[in-house]
C-alpha cells in the first residue's frame, strides 16, 4: 500500500531530492510530490509550534529540530534544511501565507498546469490566486532559494550517504542487511533482521537458524533457536527430543503488504501539542524498518507494543500452543505489496523442503490490487484473470519450496469504504489545534498530488468507492474459488475472509468507535488495535474451521518452561 510522506522516508525534515535511493518503491511516491508533501507538514508544524508555544518562527524551527534526535544525523540533516529554506519560510509566515502556498513559493511544491495548484488549507480561487502571486514576490530575490537549485540530493551527502544505501540494499532484497553465515537470519533487529523474522542464535553458522530440524536433537547445541537443547540428566534424553518430538512443530510466514509489516507513523510527530524530543525518540527505528512495526503485527508480533494498543499475533497463538515453535516466524511482508509483485519478496522466503520443519505461510494481500493513484484508477486495478494468474504463480512457487504438510491461508481483501465513510469529517491530526484540516481536505491533497494510497477508497466519489469495494470482492471470490478447486502436493491451501465484521463487531463491544481503529496520520491502515483483534479473530476462524492448521497443543509446554524459562527471549 501507498505511503504517505517521502519525508519521512528519511527524517521528518529532509524533503529536499533523495536522488540515490529509489523511495517511489519504498514510500510509494514520486520524489517530487512527495518533497511536497513533506514541505507542507513541516512548514504547518512550524507555524503551529510558533502559535501553540508563543514563540518566534525561528524559535519554532530550532525546537523542531531539537526535539529528533542525533542518532543517523536527523538533528543535524533538520539544521540544515532550515538554513537553506528557512529565511524564506520565515518572510511567508509573517505575511500570513498558508503552508501549502508557502511550499509553491520555496519550489518543493511544483505546479502541474493540468493538476492546478494541490491545497490541504481551504481557499477560495481568488484567495488562493491572490496568496500564490503575492508569495511569489515576496520571495523573488531570495538568493537561498536559487542556490538550492544547485544543490546536490541529500543521499550524496556524506552524512546521510551510508544510510541512504543501507535502507537501499534492505528494500531491494527484503532480507536482513547484517547477516554474517548469510542464512537469511539476522541478530539485529532492524533492516530486515529479527523484528522481521526470528533471531538468529549463531550468526557465524548458517546451519543454525530459526525452524530447522534439529541436528543430533541438539544434544550439544540449539541449532534451531527454539532456546531448548542439551540433555536432561536423569535420563540422558535429549530435552528437544522429549519435548518436541511428535508435537508437529511449525513456523509462521507471511506473505503481505505495509498492513501486514505494519506500517505506522506516530500521530506525535504530526501533532504540535504532543511533538517533543520524546515523540521522536523511535524515529531511527522507524526508519531502519521503513516505518513499520513488524514486532506488534497481526501475524508475527512477539513485542509488548509501544504504539498503543496492545499486541497479538498468530506467533504468538502459535507459540503459546507449542513453546517448540519458538522463534519461528518471517514476516517478508513489503509496503506497497500486491499479486502482481509479490514475487519480489518470494525469494526472500528462508525455508528448505527437506531440512526445516512445515509452516503455515499467511498471504495477506488486502488492498493494493485495488487501491493504487493513478487518474484513471478503475484500468489499473487486477483483474480477476490477472489475481488468479497471479495466486497460481505464488502457489506453485510455495509448493515447490516449502516442507510437505504445510498449509497456506489466503486472506480475502477488505472493504474499505469505511475509511471514507467514518473519517472523512473528522480532524486529520495536522488539523487538531485550529480544526483547519479534516481527512476529506487530506486525502483529496494527496490525490492531486497523486500519491494517495488508495484514490479508489480514500475519495469523496461514492460510485468510484463502491466500483473499488466491487472488485475487491471479485478478487476475494477468486481466491476462495482457488483454495476449494486446486490441490497441491505438498501444501494445503484455505481461504478466510479478512476479519473485518469480527473486528468492528469485538471493537464496539468493548465500548470504541469504528474510526479508531483506523490510522490517524495515513487515514489508511488498520491500526494497533485493530491489528490485534484481527489476529484473535483470525485464529479462532481457522481453529474452527481446520484445527489441524496450527497443530495439536505441545502437553510439555509447562516443563519447557520451568527448564528454559522464556528460551532467550527474542
Not at 500570513?96 to 477560495?124: F, M, S, W
Not at 502571486?133 to 537549485?149: F, G, N, R, T
Not at 503488504?257 to 520524546?278: M, R, V
Not at 475519495?459 to 486446486?486: F, G, P, Y
Request: charge should be neutral.
Amino acid at each position: 500500500m501507498g505511503k504517505l510522506l517521502l519525508l519521512l522516508g528519511i527524517c521528518c525534515l529532509c524533503c529536499h531530492r533523495m536522488t540515490s535511493v529509489n523511495l517511489s518503491d519504498y514510500v510509494g511516491v514520486n520524489s517530487s510530490s512527495g518533497s511536497c508533501a513533506a514541505c507542507v507538514v513541516v512548514v504547518s508544524l512550524v507555524e503551529q509550534l510558533t502559535q501553540f508555544h508563543n514563540s518566534t518562527i525561528s524559535a519554532s524551527m530550532e525546537k523542531l529540530c531539537n526535539y529528533l534526535p542525533d542518532e543517523l544525523h536527523l538533528k543535524m540533516i533538520c539544521q540544515n534544511v532550515f538554513h537553506y529554506f528557512g529565511a524564506s519560510i520565515i518572510k511567508l509566515l509573517l505575511h500570513e501565507i498558508n503552508a501549502d502556498v508557502v511550499c509553491y513559493a520555496i519550489k518543493l511544491c511544483k505546479q502541474d498546469p493540468k493538476q492546478g495548484v494541490c491545497h490541504i488549507y481551504r481557499y477560495t480561487k481568488e484567495r488562493l490566486h491572490k496568496d500564490m502571486k503575492k508569495a511569489k514576490w515576496i520571495v523573488k530575490d531570495s538568493k537561498d532559494l536559487i542556490k538550492m537549485e544547485a544543490l546536490p540530493g541529500i543521499c550524496t551527502l556524506k552524512a546521510v550517504k551510508w544510510l541512504c544505501q543501507q535502507i537501499e540494499e534492505s528494500l531491494k532484497k527484503h532480507i536482513p542487511l547484517e547477516d554474517f553465515d548469510q542464512d537469511d537470519f539476522s541478530d539485529i533487529p532492524t533492516f530486515r533482521g529479527y523484528h522481521w523474522r526470528g533471531r538468529d542464535c549463531n550468526d557465524g553458522n548458517n546451519r543454525i537458524y530459526p525452524g530447522r530440524r534439529p541436528t543430533d536433537w541438539d544434544k550439544h547445541m540449539d541449532s534451531n533457536c527454539n532456546g531448548i537443547w542439551g540433555t536432561d540428566p536423569e535420563d540422558g534424553v535429549p530435552y528437544e527430543k522429549k519435548f518436541c518430538e511428535g508435537s508437529e512443530p511449525r513456523g509462521l510466514i507471511l506473505l503481505g503488504d505495509s498492513a501486514g509489516a505494519h506500517f505506522h507513523i506516530p500521530p506525535e510527530w504530526l501533532t504540535a501539542t504532543q511533538i517533543s524530543a520524546k515523540a521522536f525518540a523511535n524515529l531511527p527505528l522507524a526508519l531502519s524498518n521503513e516505518l513499520d512495526w513488524p514486532q506488534f503485527s497481526s501475524y508475527t508480533g512477539f513485542q509488548s507494543s509501544t504504539i498503543g494498543g496492545w499486541t497479538e499475533s498468530l506467533y504468538l497463538y502459535l507459540r503459546k500452543r507449542n513453546h517448540c515453535n519458538h522463534r519461528d516466524y518471517q514476516n517478508i511482508a513489503a509496503n506497497g505489496g500486491s499479486s502482481g509483485n509479490v514475487n519480489r519478496t518470494l525469494k526472500s522466503l528462508a525455508r528448505e523442503p527437506l531440512q526445516d520443519y512445515p509452516v503455515v505461510v499467511v498471504y495477506e494481500m488486502i488492498g493494493n490490487d485495488v487501491c493504487n493513484r493513478a487518474s484513471d484508477t478503475v484500468a489499473r486495478m487486477t483483474t480477476p484473470e490477472e489475481m488468479r494468474k497471479n495466486i497460481m504463480f505464488t502457489l506453485n512457487y510455495l509448493n515447490s519450496h516449502l516442507p510437505k504438510h504445510s498449509h497456506v491461508i489466503l486472506l480475502g481483501l477488505a472493504d474499505g469504504r469505511f475509511l471514507w465513510n467514518y473519517l472523512h469529517h473528522r480532524y486529520h491530526p495536522l488539523g487538531q489545534l485550529n480544526k483547519d484540516i479534516t481527512y476529506a481536505q487530506f486525502y483529496a491533497f494527496m490525490d492531486c498530488l497523486q500519491i494517495s494510497p488508495c484514490k479508489g477508497w480514500m475519495s469523496s466519489n461514492e460510485t468510484l468507492r463502491n466500483i473499488t469495494s466491487e472488485r475487491a470482492m471479485q478478487l476475494s471470490s477468486v481466491m476462495k474459488e482457488v483454495s476449494e478447486t486446486v490441490a497441491f502436493a505438498n501444501i494445503k491451501v484455505h481461504y478466510v475472509d479478512y476479519p473485518q465484521k469480527q473486528v468492528k463487531k469485538k471493537w464496539l463491544k468493548m465500548g470504541g468507535e469504528y474510526w479508531q481503529l483506523i490510522e490517524p496520520v495515513d487515514g489508511f491502515h488498520p491500526n494497533q488495535i485493530a491489528l490485534a483483534l484481527g489476529a484473535e479473530a483470525l485464529w479462532h476462524e481457522v481453529q474452527k474451521k481446520w484445527p489441524e492448521v496450527f497443530g495439536k497443543k505441545n502437553p510439555y509446554n509447562e516443563q519447557i518452561e520451568k527448564i528454559f524459562g522464556d528460551q532467550g527471549g527474542y
